[in-house]
């Protein structure tokens, strides 16, 4: 069974910094490429950032030079952290994973920036 846990969204100044976590099991985490999403009130989902099993970022425009994606194969956990945070940056944000041609998803975590 496949779980993917996030944690660590919280209220935060703008400016300040948070770092998610996403906790996965039930898959082979060291050869799955994993992703963090976002959703804000009213909009769509969208990708933030997504890492490979290699370790090859990509980035949404939007958060290039303030967030940062990484993992740790040991822990099967895998990271985001966010700095110079936003207003705009205030969403709910979910792990994701393909796995075996299925899309999984955690239950997110809020984040919220104020001014």
């Known amino acids: 069974q496949v779980q993917l846990v996030e944690s660590g969204g919280g209220l935060v100044q703008a400016g300040g910094s948070l770092r998610l976590s996403c906790a996965a099991s039930g898959i082979i985490f060291s050869i799955n490429a994993m992703g963090w999403y976002r959703q804000a009130p009213g909009k769509q989902r969208e990708l933030v950032a997504a890492i490979t099993s290699v370790d090859k970022t990509n980035y949404a425009d939007s958060v290039k030079g303030r967030f940062t994606i990484s993992r740790d194969n040991a822990k099967n956990t895998v990271y985001l952290q966010m700095n110079g945070l936003k207003q705009e940056d205030t969403a709910v944000y979910y792990c994701?994973?393909?796995?075996?041609?299925?899309?999984?998803w955690g239950e997110g975590t809020l984040v919220t920036v104020s001014s």
């Open positions: 994701n994973t393909n796995y075996y041609g299925r899309d999984y």
